[in-house]
């Protein structure tokens, strides 16, 4: 699977996989960033207490995983935890979206 940036944005890409495509970037009326599996199902990486602490929730609200960024002082890298069981594209799509949270930290 590859991930592409809109170079103009930083705030929206296009996951490519087995021949299929999907989208992803931040979605300022919600304050998330969003991405639509490949099966159309819109998830959200919605910005914990801590500020490089995400989850990831489905549409019905349910936490399907969690990232948790590098600290500061860099002891920590970032670690992504998976709360369910989820087929492997979208595994994959967790892990390069979590990748794109940076910019969505900076807004």
Known sequence: MTAVIDSSKKESAQFLYQGKTTTGGFDPVRSTWAFVNFDGARYDW??????????????????????????????????????????????????????????????
Not at 54 to 79: F, H, N, P, V
């Open 46 to 107: 919605v910005a914990g207490m801590m500020q490089n602490c995400w989850k990831l929730e489905d549409i019905d609200g349910k936490t399907i995983a969690q990232y948790i960024g590098m600290s500061c002082d860099r002891k920590i890298r970032g670690t992504v935890v998976l709360h369910a069981k989820v087929s492997e594209s979208l595994i994959v799509l967790i892990h390069l979206s979590a990748r794109l949270l940076k910019y969505a930290e900076s807004k």
